[in-house]
């Protein structure tokens, strides 16, 4: 038991009563020795209990400890957690998630299996809600036509296999020392970001499937909106300060859509040939929206979510594209737009960019 590795457990927190006590206990019942763990909430000056239900963790499970993140940045959370850590093996939590019993054990025993230096799991999203709706929602968060090619949520097959991202992260210690710390300027993908940045020095990301993160998603329509939209303005604000493109193509699908609905709708006021093609958008778009909330209905033997299913599939990419647009124009605004053109075309054009999922092996069979 003395050769396991230190594991460092790094949560962010801010104003999660209602969710740190789920992620505390999910990590309190694993089955990963209690004196070869730390857990670190970093927490970003909560109004609510989060700061003392946290006190009262680590009153009673000395390796819980709770630090202070005056700045209220998620990055920032992450690098003071590194930097007050001790453990060769760097775990990024949630405080909106829970473990599996089994997932530090296995996230550890895959990066030595693997000598991966980055593990993730596999994400399976709950609704904070019981409504249609956010049930509609939790499916299409986990849905090839709602997210792409995020094999993290959407995946059913149990074979480790290597990836640009994954689920949180179970990163070797020297990760950082090799590639830097998180990127502080970005307030969302800044966990894509590192994990671009540690794909391009040679080190993808392993996916292991059988590792289990439970996530409470914001489900509700209102609120389901709202953090699309803020999705969709991450991941564009992103190309402001970063060097390499940091995101995924995928990604910038939602953008795209809204942009050629708008273009097409502003074109057809003056030239009537372009509302054919304004119509041919939306009919080709609800199509396959209907033809994934079929698919997804029959699957989950639940014929009552093509009530909201359509809806919550619109809602998501709807929104996430006009956040993408918004930030667009604040990035011109700043007169960084050219960064949005430029790390794209590198993107395109590099060889090291190309991602897929390439089959895992271990480095002793």
């Excluded at 038991?1 to 230190?6: A, E, G, K, T």
């Excluded at 920032?76 to 599996?100: D, K, P, T, W």
């Excluded at 009552?304 to 124009?329: D, E, M, N």
Aim: hydrophobic share 45%; glycine share 6%; with cysteine.
């Amino acid at each position: 038991m003395n050769d396991l590795p230190m594991v460092s457990i790094i949560i962010p927190s801010l104003n999660e009563e209602n969710f740190i006590y789920k992620c505390l206990d999910s990590i309190v019942a694993n089955d990963y020795p209690a004196d070869r763990l730390e857990v670190l909430v970093v927490d970003g000056m909560s109004s609510d209990r989060t700061p003392a239900i946290v006190e009262e963790y680590a009153q009673r499970f000395g390796f819980i400890r709770l630090l202070q993140n005056p700045r209220q940045v998620t990055p920032v959370a992450f690098n003071l957690g590194i930097q007050h850590s001790r453990g060769e093996l760097i775990m990024i939590m949630s405080a909106h998630a829970a473990y599996a019993p089994d997932a530090i054990r296995k996230c550890v025993k895959y990066s030595k299996l693997y000598n991966a230096a980055n593990v993730g799991g596999k994400l399976k999203i709950e609704a904070r809600a019981d409504t249609m709706f956010s049930k509609a929602a939790v499916v299409a968060l986990s849905n090839r036509f709602g997210v792409g090619g995020a094999e993290y949520r959407t995946t059913a097959d149990e074979t480790p296999r290597w990836v640009d991202t994954a689920a949180f992260g179970c990163y070797r210690r020297e990760v950082f020392e090799r590639i830097g710390p998180y990127n502080e300027q970005l307030v969302h993908c800044q966990d894509f970001e590192l994990n671009l940045r540690l794909r391009k020095s040679g080190c993808p990301t392993l996916l292991a499937p059988d590792v289990v993160i439970t996530y409470f998603a914001r489900t509700e329509l209102r609120s389901f909106f709202k953090r699309a939209m803020r999705g969709g303005d991450g991941v564009v604000r992103a190309f402001a300060c970063s060097t390499c493109m940091p995101v995924r193509w995928r990604h910038l699908v939602p953008l795209m859509f809204v942009s050629s609905i708008l273009v097409s709708a502003l074109l057809a006021a003056f030239l009537p040939a372009f509302a054919w093609l304004l119509a041919g958008i939306l009919v080709l778009y609800a199509g396959a929206n209907l033809a994934a909330s079929l698919r997804a209905a029959y699957k989950a033997r639940e014929p009552r979510l093509l009530l909201c299913l359509p809806a919550a599939f619109a809602v998501l990419h709807i929104a996430y594209g006009i956040g993408s647009l918004k930030a667009c124009a604040k990035l011109a605004a700043m007169g960084k737009l050219g960064n949005f053109f430029l790390l794209g075309w590198r993107q395109a054009t590099s060889d090291s960019s190309q991602s897929g999922s390439i089959p895992a092996r271990p480095v002793r069979e």
